[in-house]
């Protein structure tokens, strides 16, 4: 039986969380008094479908049924998981409660997105004050798995479970705030790094885009893959959490930053500090864990690269420059790269998707050699692979150094037929024969390079064609 999320309030919160139900296979229903409110969650819907399934290995749900409902009893009637995304204001949320509870079931999970007040707060003059935690998300919640799940001393045990095993089910990562708090947990970091900001700013020693820098050039790379005390364990060496904090505790107390209240580093709170620490990585060495930050770095980095984005946007302003054509009678280097961290597999070698990906490489890089560079596509016109055979002929693991050789065996009219060789040093590890028609990218079909471009590349098929034909060329699996 498909289960049932009601939303109230269809802003940014309330649209993540009805994108997130709705994706994971729930029949989501709305409640919103804005007369946008379906527009706007609509279009929280087509940013939630185009990035969301790509975090699964595997087909999503079958997505659930939206409808959006002008009567709150109406939305709220048949639904296991009622979710409160209105105002900051605690006398609207008393109200909203108060209506959500005579319309909705008793067994209803009843959530709120607050991230300030505490559920103690929430739960005051409530019908069924057990019935009421804190659910609080961070945006974009159909994309981040963090939700703080916070209940007061009136929840059982039970309501506290049958939360976390929903929100688990919907691929989030509750985390039991088992004391309730002022803002939770997250936002009191979020506040005391934004505090910090504002008074940099004001002082005059950073602006907006210099603190951002900070961020997420250094630490909050570090932070997205290990948190705070496990960078910081990381830090302390092979003496471990302990040692950090005697070697850099002391600097708590000196006037760096406008956050001086600070608690005293007795034995016993660095003692709880490093059993905690233990509990948490003591399974790893340093060594272990720092090839573990590494190895995520690279993941992380190299995608930011792939979008040219911060860290990464860093990483393509030094790329090193790409191989150059020289003697265009020999097979000529378009690939020279060392196999990523992030390109190997079960196994230990380089998978085969990422074989395709350096032919596909130095395809490209071949295209810009001929001119078909990205100010000819931007003008209209592109060569499209019809056709790709690769060989795999020995395994290669991470940080080896890799080579391609590109020959064309053709290069005239519409057509262009590359095979390309993979090396480690003078080890063959695999070939890939590609067939590639131009095309203009305006009406999709084959058509006629430019003039300069057939030149190129005829010049370059003519000095090639007195090379061996390839090992393995026009082969097919099983064919000789």
Known sequence: MTQVAAILGGGVIGGGWAARFLLMGWDVRVFDPDPEAERKINEVLANARRSLPGLSDTAMPEEGRLSFHADLDEAVGPADWIQESVPERLEIKHKVFAQVQAACRKDAIIGSSTSGFKPSELQESALRPAQIVVTHPFNPVYLL??????????????????????????????????????????????????????????????????????????????????????????????????????????????????????????????????????????????????????????????????QDWGAGAVLNRAQPAKPELEDSALPIVTVQRAVPLDWTDYNGHMNEARYLQAFGDATDRFMEMVGCDADYIASGGSYFTAETHIRHLDEVHAGASIRVETQVLLGQGKKMHLFHRMYEGGRLLATGEHMLIHVSLETRRASEPSDAIAAKLGEIAAAHASLPAPEGAGAAIGKR
């Open 145 to 306: 798995p963090l939700i703080e799940l916070v209940p007061s001393p009136v929840n059982d045990s039970a309501t506290v479970q049958k939360a976390k095993d929903i929100l688990t089910s919907i691929g989030c990562f509750p985390l039991h705030v088992r004391k309730e708090i002022d803002a939770h947990i997250a936002d009191r970091f979020l506040e005391a790094v934004w505090r910090e900001a504002l008074w940099l700013i004001k002082d005059g020693i950073a602006t907006t885009e210099e603190i951002d820098e900070a961020i997420r050039m250094g630490f909050g790379l570090r932070w997205a893959q290990m948190g705070l005390f496990e960078t910081y364990r990381i830090a302390g060496g092979e003496a471990g959490m302990k040692h950090f904090i005697e070697q850099f505790g002391p600097c708590l107390s000196w006037p760096w930053t406008k956050l001086m209240d600070v608690p005293e580093l007795t034995d016993e709170l660095v003692d709880q500090i490093a059993s905690q620490s233990d509990a948490q990585s003591g399974m790893h060495s340093i060594r272990e864990l720092e090839r573990i930050r590494d190895t995520n770095l690279v993941a992380m980095m190299r995608a930011l690269k792939a």
